[in-house]
DNA sequence: GCAAGGGTTTGCGCCAGCGCAAATTTTCGG
DNA sequence: CCGAAAATTTGCGCTGGCGCAAACCCTTGC
């Protein structure tokens, strides 16, 4: 899976994989590789920045990118973790146009790009593309509006346990006793995935590692036990 | 406008300012039209509840709907308010097709809808309804992306200024000297949108009364001083 | 191997705002 | 117009978790 990263146009068959182009047929999805832009990006890198004028869509093929978003005041969230098969950048193109966050990659990544133009396209060709993509939007438009719910009803620990689950869904894998979250996240990260502060995130999951519920290898969090989280997250206040 | 409120298809020319049927021809919204089951609704009324199977897509032409949801434990919030011209309950039929949320109304209501087997029709007639349902869908996923922005870094009067801006953007009405939002609202709902308590919403707008920032008459809130709020919304934290 | 710098943990004080409860006002049916 | 029910306001005490600051630890480059 890794083994491919290189500057060069994706294969037909990870695009299977995506949820933008599911249940196409392969002659489609040759197309659809063919007008795309493979990019290999070292970790740290910063692939477009809120208010740029967006001008194409995005996927990950391999690693990880952070979309973060800061307001008008200093303050910054993390809107989410983009892992492999995932689009992102995608709603700027039919709303007002300009990119409403910043993505940034967190570990050596490759990865897809369309133009607007061509993506058009593609979904006149090809309506199930434009279908997918409402069925995307709207899962990501239900996730966020489960997390608003979150931050205006639930403590800082359901929040966390929340967040951790999330991304033991979304980008774990197994590992001797436990699932490790793929990518490398520090204490603030968490922080603001959870909406709490790097001092808060810090002591909760510091009293979890020492109750054995996770364990951190250089930046990598993995959870123990699952069972015990969940139950964090859904106890009732107090 | 409010005069033709009775039991009866929508007129064609209603839906021209509706944001998903934009850009269509006469023609086809005649059809649209033709397809629409048009509801004439007392207040209070439930259109449908959280967790329904999701056959049909809403749209309000006159009145309002509280859209609310509660999460496994009891804590509910309001999602949003839906006024004229807006769609609600889309997501479901392309999703898991079951109602996120409730859906209420908060006044005498028009509200048209159309089945899903009609609307996939209608999108394979004219993809235009396909795109402009990605960029309502995109643009809502925006505005809730920078709801949890505020709810995560935001005191709870900041908070409070953004929700009364917002309503009275959406639902704001010219009245001598001021703009009246449109619905009735309570302390509570208030509360909900803003992400806090009855009793602080209801502190916060005592004070701006008090300051002749807003007024209150018999339920619908009035905005006499949109900069000052505007600035309280704006100001930092402390 | 060591020093420098970034990330993390932790102690401590403080306050925004939650929750309870009671008083007061408004709404609404009859 | 009256009384009951609902909504709102307000006082008060308490606490979650924020913010500062210091100490600690772990990486990384030289």
Redesign the pocket.
């Known amino acids: 899976m890794t083994s491919a990263i290189r500057d060069e146009a994706p294969a037909p068959e990870a695009l299977r994989q995506m949820e933008l182009f599911a249940g196409l047929p392969m002659e489609a999805l040759t197309g659809v590789a063919a007008m795309a832009r493979g990019r290999h990006l070292p970790r740290e890198t910063r692939i477009f920045s809120q208010g740029d004028p967006g001008v194409r869509t995005h996927a990950v093929i391999a690693g990880g990118v952070r979309i973060s978003q800061s307001g008008s005041d200093g303050a910054q969230i993390v809107v989410r973790f983009v892992g492999p098969g995932e689009m992102f950048g995608t709603v700027a193109l039919f709303t007002d146009g300009r990119y409403p966050a910043d993505a940034v990659t967190i570990a050596e990544t490759f990865e897809a790009s369309w133009s607007e133009a061509d993506l058009r396209i593609l979904m006149a060709r090809y309506p199930q593309i434009a279908i997918n993509m409402i069925r995307i939007i709207g899962t990501r438009l239900q996730e966020v509006q489960e997390r608003v719910r979150e931050l205006a009803t ?6 966390v346990a929340h967040a951790v689950l999330r991304l033991a869904r979304q980008a774990g894998q197994a590992i001797g006793g436990g699932t490790a979250i793929a990518f ?8 603001d995935i959870a ?13 979890w ?2 109750q054995g519920l996770v364990a ?4 990598r969090l993995i959870v123990l036990k699952p069972g015990d989280i969940q139950r964090i997250a859904e106890q009732a ?2």
């Open positions: 639930q403590n800082a620990e359901r929040r490398p996240l520090r204490r603030k990260d968490m922080a909406g709490t502060t790097l001092h808060t995130a810090s002591r909760i999951l510091t009293g590692t020492k951190s290898r250089n930046r206040n107090g």
